[in-house]
């Protein structure tokens, strides 16, 4: 008797299920009849079930599909899944999810089909950011990895679940990172790389040690860089806070000394270099068995120093270059000594001492002359002495210190203007840019800042100033900072910056560039150009320099030009000679 109960049970469930709405729509309709047939249902009830429970929700959804064609809506799929994708992410039940992974032994075969079309995997990533615990989730980013479409999972929280899937991301990564062609493509990757190291603290440590052992071959020695980049990253987000003595002893062979540590630690925590701090890193750094110097040498520590000791009186004063000449003195030789010092060697070299003992008096110099209001005559007879100390890379980065500094001041322009000051610090940059290619970015970096400085200038010295910044963002492109230049200057197109500016721009670019040119250099260029008014291409100066340019273009068959390019070409041509 209680047999037959639990058999009927059984079988009004199933019929419940077949009398679901779409029951027949059902990925598993065939299993569920099966059963339903085993505990002694009938055809006819199943029949009954599976026709009286069809809605036709989804011929429903074709059929309006193709009214929407015939009425001349385009893109109607992107338009039923777009309200799927949304549907799916609002009623996404990540418990109810992973059923459906345990109670498989293998991978759904819908699932598999998903993660063929970039659409539907870019739903499984924004769902992994929501849901980073989903077992299915997760599952599928593996199955991702394994397709090969590394690139796409970079930042993701659940890439780093897996190690082999986190593995292989990190290898195309860096892969990428060092085919980049130029500064754009560099700084396109380096936020989803940043993020992907920094998911959690056996991340971040892993991919610290692969830099390093990278690092230590010449032919990567400029990964250091990103290493830096990555240390700069970390240290306000939440992983930091347990690894904090691996951070500062990871690019050294030995354990970072207490003492050191701790020092170091003062330094992170108030985020400058006090007095006491500098004389006991001095003592430290001047003994005669001193640790490796890599424990010091970060970023941070270059930046407190050089910002110290090299910042114009109109900023903020800080604690060490107020102090004493003294404690000014351990600050200048500890820069000169992260300058000077071979990695992690035994004490200072002969020919190391040599270096430092002939750097302190330039960084002294510098230094002096930083920290007084120098301008005008002063400037122009201290002239010569900053030319020369450009020479020397950690001088020239205390140098564009001050100069940011000062041309981020609005006032400095207005007591400037008449004198040859700005003069004198574009040609200090134009120095930096001919002797140091790994500055470049700092360079251009002032000169964008300075360029879009609101100052209380006249409209006529405000253009001149401009025009002295883009002559010397044009000899930046001469020395091969080109693709960021075109690309900021883009920019200006589509704000309110004086169209004489970039017609001036452009004349300076025409005459500087010649042919052949890349893809890469036209197809800016040829935006920028297309952007100007009828009125400037129909400037005789102006129409002298870019007609030639524009025929180049438009004669030779060595540009892959698309059609839109041809087409802006030919009507730029035909303005110009209008």
Known sequence: MEVEEEENTQLEAYLKILEFPDSIMEPNVLDTLRTFMVHKGTPSE???????????YAQMCNLVSNWLNIAGTTQVSDLVENYLKNNVIQEFNPKQADTVLFSSQQAPGWLTQLTQTPKWRNLIYTLSKQHPDCQL?????????????????????SASIYFNVFNRVLQETLEDILKAKNPIELDALLPDFLQMCTHNQHTYLYCQSVLQILTQDKRFAHLRKLSTDLQTHVQHLPVAQNISRLMVSKDSVVSCPEDLFNLISSITRAGKITPMVAEKLHFVFSSPSPPPVSLIRKEAIFKYLIGDLYSPPTAAVSSLSSASDEHKQHGIYLLAYLSCKREDSAPLTPEEREEITELIPILTLLQDACQKHIVGRELQALSNELYKSVKCPVASMCLLHWISLSLKDSTWYLTNVNTKSLDILLDILNEITLTHTFQHQYVFSILVSSFAMETSLDALAT????????DSLVFLMEHGWVL?????????????VDQSLIRYFTTKLLVMAGPPYS???LSPVLQIINKLSDISLSIGEYTAVLIPFLKECYNSTEYDLSEQEKRIVFELLEKSKA
Request: hydrophobic share 40%; proline share 2%; charged share 20%.
């Open 484 to 496: 960021p230049v075109l690309q900021e200057v883009h920019k200006w197109t589509t704000k309110r």
């Open 137 to 157: 989730l997760n599952f599928t980013i593996q199955l991702i990895s394994e397709a090969g479409h590394q690139r796409e999972i970079a930042s993701l929280t």
């Open 46 to 56: 199943a029949i009954r079930a599976l026709s009286g429970s069809y809605q036709g």
């Open 519 to 521: 893809h890469e250099f």
């Open 463 to 470: 253009l001149t100033v401009k025009k002295k910044i883009i």
